[in-house]
């Protein structure tokens, strides 16, 4: 089963993001899952997070109209393929988790060449990479939702929404940090590079 975001869409993302490749096409995905899940972007008050930092998260921004800016799509620094979305109005959420088998033969073919290496890959790996990258990306957007994504149902965990803090002055750089990102270090309330220069072992 194909994606069914239109074509001119889907260049509209790869335009987005720069250039496209599996990364990518795993978002576009799981964009299309919280669409299908959740409805009209319009009617719901979604949130997503991320539990990875790879290209799929320019899809998911493009697609959900979620965004770091807005507060309501949070990155969780987990290095897991998985991505949740909640409605704030209606309380309920899923998490995607990429199923190992969807990357199944392209993709294991792939990690073992993108292991090579740089002073041993020829020329004839590099051309394998690309085509291999592209074999992939169509293979991930061509499954069925249901065969790349193990979906589990979320009744707990939504993000809270964003909030404006005050800022408070580093009294050792004199800049200007959000109150939660303070450190007190000997009594001062410094920022976090301030911090860790000031906290690490001479």
């Known amino acids: 089963m194909a994606c069914y975001f239109s074509e001119q869409l889907i260049e509209d993302v790869i335009t987005f993001h720069g250039h496209s490749c599996p ?3 795993i978002g576009i995905r799981a964009s299309e899952l919280a669409m299908k899940e959740f409805g009209d972007k319009e009617g719901v008050e979604m949130v997503a997070v991320s539990e990875t930092d790879m290209c799929g998260v320019d899809a998911i921004q493009f697609l959900t109209g979620c965004t770091y800016g807005k507060g309501n799509f949070l990155h969780r620094d987990y290095g897991k393929m998985a991505f949740s979305f909640f409605d704030r109005n209606s309380g309920h959420g899923i998490r995607a988790l990429l199923k190992p088998e969807a990357r199944a ?3 294991e073919e792939l990690d073992a060449l993108m292991a090579i290496d740089e002073p041993s890959m020829t020329d004839a ?3 394998r990479i690309v085509q291999l990258k592209l074999q992939l990306q169509q293979q991930i957007m061509n499954l069925a939702l249901d065969e790349l994504f193990e979906v589990t149902p979320l009744n707990s965990g ?3 929404p964003a909030k404006i803090m005050k800022s408070i002055v580093c009294e050792h750089c004199g800049e200007s940090v959000m109150e939660s990102r303070i450190r ?8 976090i590079p301030c911090f860790t220069t000031m906290e690490q072992k001479r």
């Open 158 to 160: 939504m993000p809270r």
């Open 184 to 191: 007190c270090f000997s009594g001062k309330f410094v920022c």
């Open 125 to 127: 790996h590099s051309q």
């Open 23 to 25: 990364g990518l096409a």
């Open 105 to 107: 033969g392209a993709g």
